[in-house]
C-alpha cells in the first residue's frame, strides 16, 4: 500500500511540473511585402534619353515626302474589310439595334463593322450613332493591345500610332540631332525627324524673344529602349494596367517616329510655367499637338501628358487643335476613311 501510495504522488508531482511550464511564443516569419512605387513617373516614357544606335547627326529630308493630308470631300473607301472577329462582345441583345440611314451615309460608316456597330450601341445605349461608330473605328470596342494592326505607311506625317495601330519591328526614321542650347539641363543627346526639329527649333525661337524657354526633354527612343523600358516598369512591382496608362509597349510609342516631343520636363508642375500657357494656345501654329489632353484619356489610352507634343505639320495641327478632338477621333473621322 504503501509503495502505491508513493507512485500517485509521483505522477501529482510531474503533472504539476509540467502546468507550471510556460507556452512557447509563436513569431510571424513571413515577409513583409513592400507596397508598389506607382509614383516613379506619370509619364509615357523614361527620364534616361539614351541615344539611338547609329542615329546619323545629319541626314537628308526623305525621299518619301508624307502626302498631304486629304480632303474630307474625297470620296472615301465604304467597304473596308474587317477581320476583328466580334465574338469578344458581352452576349448583349443587338440584333434589334437598327442604324438610321443618315449614320450610314457617314464618310466613317464602313459597312464590314456594322454588326460591331450595333453590339457597342447595345452595350452603351446612352452613346449617340454617330459617337458609337466613331468609337468602334478607333478601336475603343476592343481590349487594348487586343486588336493590333501594323501600319503600312509609317513614315507619314499624319502616321497615328496608339494601342491599336503598331510601327513595324525594323522601323527606324531618319533622324537629325538637336542644338544641345535647345535641351533642358541633364539631358543628353535627343533626336527628331527634319520637319518636327525645324518646326520646333522656330517655336523655341520665337517663345525666347518672349522671355520664355521651352526646352526639349526628351525625344526619339528605339523600339527596343521603349520594350526594355516597359519590361522594367512592370517587374518593378506596379501592374500591367497601371504601367499601360502611363508607358507605352514597344512598337506602339510615338516617340519611335522622331515627330514627338516631351518639353521643360514630365512633371505636372510645368503646368504652372508661363512657357505652358503659351505654348498650349500657339504650339499648333508650328505644327504641334499635345497629343494626349485633358478629359480624352478613355480615348487615348494614356493619362494627360501636358508636356507631351505630337508634331503634324500647321495645317494638320491647326485643325486638330480647333476641333477640340484627340487625335484618335479626329483621325478617324477626317483622314482614316479617305487614305
Request: with cysteine; hydrophobic share 30%; proline share 9%.
Amino acid at each position: 500500500m504503501k509503495k502505491i501510495y508513493i507512485s500517485l504522488l509521483a505522477v501529482i508531482l510531474a503533472l504539476s511540473v509540467v502546468s507550471c511550464t510556460p507556452a512557447a511564443q509563436v513569431v510571424d516569419v513571413s515577409p513583409t511585402t513592400p507596397s508598389p512605387n506607382v509614383t516613379d513617373g506619370l509619364d509615357n516614357q523614361d527620364n534616361s534619353q539614351p541615344e539611338p544606335s547609329n542615329t546619323p547627326v545629319s541626314t537628308p529630308e526623305p525621299e518619301n515626302t508624307p502626302l498631304p493630308t486629304p480632303k474630307p470631300t474625297e470620296k472615301p473607301k465604304k467597304n473596308e474589310p474587317d477581320s476583328s472577329p466580334v465574338s469578344d462582345f458581352p452576349d448583349v441583345e443587338w440584333e434589334s439595334i437598327v442604324i438610321p440611314e443618315e449614320f450610314l451615309n457617314l464618310s466613317y460608316y464602313y459597312s464590314a463593322k456594322h454588326e460591331r456597330y450595333q453590339r457597342y450601341k447595345a452595350l452603351n445605349p446612352d452613346y449617340d450613332f454617330d459617337k458609337a461608330i466613331l468609337y468602334v473605328n478607333i478601336g475603343l470596342d476592343k481590349p487594348y493591345y487586343n486588336d493590333i494592326r501594323e501600319i503600312k505607311e509609317p513614315d507619314r506625317l499624319d502616321v497615328l500610332v496608339n494601342k491599336y495601330n503598331k510601327l513595324p519591328d525594323n522601323y527606324k526614321p531618319q533622324l537629325e540631332e538637336i542644338p544641345s542650347s535647345l535641351l533642358a539641363p541633364g539631358v543628353g543627346k535627343q533626336y527628331l525627324r527634319k520637319e518636327a526639329k525645324e518646326a520646333f527649333e522656330k517655336m523655341h525661337n520665337d517663345a525666347k524673344k518672349l522671355g520664355l524657354n521651352i526646352t526639349v526633354y526628351g525625344t526619339y527612343r528605339s523600339i527596343q529602349t521603349q520594350h526594355d523600358i516597359w519590361n522594367r516598369k512592370v517587374k518593378s512591382g506596379r501592374t500591367v494596367e497601371d504601367v499601360d496608362r502611363l508607358n507605352s509597349r514597344g512598337g506602339h510609342s510615338e516617340h519611335h517616329t522622331g515627330l514627338a516631343v516631351d518639353v521643360i520636363k514630365n512633371d505636372y508642375t510645368m503646368e504652372s510655367s508661363k512657357e505652358f500657357e503659351w505654348y498650349k494656345t500657339n504650339a499648333h501654329k508650328y505644327g504641334f499637338i499635345i497629343r494626349y489632353p485633358k478629359g480624352k484619356e478613355n480615348i487615348t489610352g494614356y493619362s494627360y501628358e501636358p508636356w507631351h507634343l505630337r508634331y503634324l505639320g500647321p495645317e494638320l495641327a491647326t485643325a486638330v487643335y480647333e476641333s477640340g478632338l484627340s487625335y484618335e477621333e479626329y483621325y478617324a473621322i477626317y483622314i482614316e476613311p479617305f487614305i
